[in-house]
Each structure stands twice: as C-alpha cells, then as structure tokens.
C-alpha cells in the first residue's frame, strides 16, 4: 500500500506492535512526525537526528516497512475481531487514564472501556486466604451495587474474586492485562475473560502489542494502569514486596487514594496491608468506608460479615462451629479444642460444609465461610 494512504491512526497502530517503544517514544514521534506516515519514508540518520530514539528503536522502526500490508490487513481486522484501538486524543479514551503521567499511548480494548463513572481498583494476593478471597468479592459485590466500577487484572486469587463479586452484583468491571488483550492469561480464566470482553459486565483493556505472551516484566508495568483507571485502590493481603504494593505506590504517585484490609501481624500475607495502613492509608472496616471516601450518601452501615445463625443447629455442631473464625484451622486444633472424639468431630464438620457454614480451605483445614 501507498505510505500517504496511511491515516495517523492507522500508523500509531503499526508502532504499537513494538514493544521497543515506550508511551514516551510514541509520543513524540507523533508531536514531531506530521504527517505521520513519513516516518516510515524516513532513513537511519533521518530518525537518528530528528528523534530521540535509541538505535535498537530505529531499526525496529525501519523493520515495520518491509511488514506493512501485513500490518495492514491486521489493522482492518481488529472490528472483526471485537477488538478497538483507542488514542489519548479520542472521546472513547478513558478520561482518568489523561490524569496519570505516563498513560498510554494507545489501548487496546475487548468489550467496553471505563466510562465517567465511580470507580475502584481491588487488587492483591494470587494466594490469598480464604477471608482474602471472600473479601475481595464481598466488597467487589457490595460497591458494585451501589453503581461503582470494579477494576482488576483478572489475575488468580483476590484479583478473580473481585471480578466475580462484581459480576455477580450485575455491576461493571474491568481487567487491565500484562498480556495482549487477545490472549487469555491464565487459561484457567477463560470463562471470565469471555464474560468480559462481550461487554455486558465490563471488558478487558491492555496497551501491549496484540498477541504479547505473559512476560513478568509486563505486569508491574501495567499496574499503573488498573490505580489509573480508579479513584481508590483497595490492597486485600499483600507481602511485603509484592505487585500489590506497587499499584498502591502508582496510586498515591497519581494523587488517589489507597486503603488496605487489616490483618494478623503474625500473618505473612497480611503484612503489607498493615504496612500501608502504618503508613497512612485508610483502614477498611465495611464497604461503607469506600463509599463514603466516594462521596456516596449511605443510609444505614453495611455489615462486612454476616454470620449465619448458628442457634440452628444441634449442640455438637454448634461447638465445632464456634471453634472456627475466618482464620483456617487445623482438625487436630479444632477436636483438641471441642473436647469431641475425632468421629462427632468428622461428622459436624461434614454437615457444617454442606450446609454452606465453613469451607474446608485445604486438606483438613477448615475456616467459617464469608456470606
């Protein structure tokens, strides 16, 4: 194809599919080049000396001509493929993403993209505890009623959680991907994933090339994205170096706000969150705290945890039942603990799981379960 049949769209796209270039290389050759079509008329020292480029970028650059009728028929297929390819300068970019220094420069969107809504990114551990888990989709659920957008990055553990209550509330969330948007990581979410990019509950957003694997250094990158996309950050269960903590450290470089779920201090997967709140970020104790912090008007608290009524139940059940909290307990501890021969003990915890009251969390570990 012709090189001035080319719009500036079109060719911000054909530099996308570099991941040599950064939001800032992509900036200014789009300041600099016009129209911007030329830059691929341009010579070695033309890019050289007109850009601030690095010689490993020019050659990528000057790599993009000899693919461009690729590139091309790759363009015109992205509709086909439900996918959209969004710049800073056009109204479908989510406004937010303009507050942050380094947005991106160009996104790539399955489904539907954040609108001018409430919004509130849940991040944390992908070997959260159970009360993490059932945390993170409680809360997810309990905003995502009250019209508040959820934003993830659909990794295992709380990040899924928060998807889940989001969607289970009927609300909208988002999941900003280390990977291209069109590839599904981890395959284990492909249900979710699917869900998403329909654009019913929400879509999945990435700024990486199409087709990009999960590379490790992708996602810390991405992390400013999902606190960029939301007025709050809400950290469930972090070490103490974790990608947790570093989209709680984008979020207050961007001037939001950043709340944690407090925990055990002799708890390893809560130490960051305790950390965060040490220093100064807010202390979850109800939804309600996030909806307030949103300028939401809130009649009445909303409770965090429910317990189910246990006057139900016979006298045995009852007593292996409040030996259990929201903290996983070993069955040794709990039969030491009820003064019941292993076999009562056996059975109450068999009925207690099947009537919806605990979760056995791993091989013989039980904790009560999150409503």
Do not use: W
């Amino acid at each position: 194809m012709q090189f001035f049949e080319i719009t500036d769209k079109e060719a911000l796209f054909f530099l996308s599919t570099l991941s040599e270039l950064g939001y800032a290389s992509k900036k200014e050759i789009y300041e600099k080049i016009k129209p911007l079509y030329n830059i691929f008329t341009m010579s070695f020292d033309d890019l050289k000396t007109g850009l601030k480029l690095k010689e490993k970028q020019i050659h990528a650059v000057l790599k993009l001509k000899n693919i461009i009728n690729n590139l091309h028929e790759e363009y015109l297929s992205l509709a086909d493929r439900n996918i959209k390819f969004i710049l800073p300068f056009e109204d479908s970019y989510p406004s937010k993403l303009l507050n942050i220094r380094d947005y991106p420069f160009g996104i790539f969107v399955k489904g539907k993209v954040p609108v001018q809504r409430k919004s509130v990114s849940i991040v944390g551990s992908r070997s959260a505890s159970e009360y993490g888990l059932g945390m993170a989709k409680f809360l997810a659920q309990e905003l995502a009623k009250n019209g508040v957008d959820i934003i993830s990055g659909m990794a295992l553990g709380v990040d899924t959680r928060a998807h889940e209550g989001a969607i289970l509330a009927n609300g909208k969330t988002y999941a900003v991907l280390g990977t291209g948007v069109n590839v599904c990581y981890p395959e284990s979410n492909f249900k979710l994933y699917n869900d998403l990019c329909i654009g019913e509950h929400g879509g999945v957003i990435s700024e990486f090339p199409l087709g990009t694997n999960p590379l490790k250094i992708n996602f810390p990158i991405r992390n400013r994205i999902i606190s960029g996309l939301a007025d709050i950050t809400i950290v469930i269960e972090a070490r103490l170096k974790s990608g947790s903590l570093i989209t709680a450290s984008h979020a207050l470089e961007q001037g939001r706000e950043v709340f944690a779920l407090p925990g055990r201090i002799t708890d390893c997967m809560s130490l960051g969150c305790n950390k965060l709140i040490s220093d100064g970020a807010g202390i979850i104790s109800s939804p309600t705290d996030i909806l307030e912090a949103l300028d939401f008007n809130i009649d009445g608290k909303i409770q965090v945890y429910n317990e189910k009524n246990a006057n139900i139940l016979a006298k045995n059940d009852k007593k292996v039942y409040s030996c259990l909290d929201l903290k996983p307990k070993y069955i040794d501890d709990i039969i030491k603990e009820s003064t019941l021969d292993v076999s009562q003990v056996l059975s109450s915890l068999l009925l207690l799981e099947l009537e919806g009251f605990i979760v056995q969390v791993s091989s013989n570990y039980y904790c009560k379960r999150i409503n």
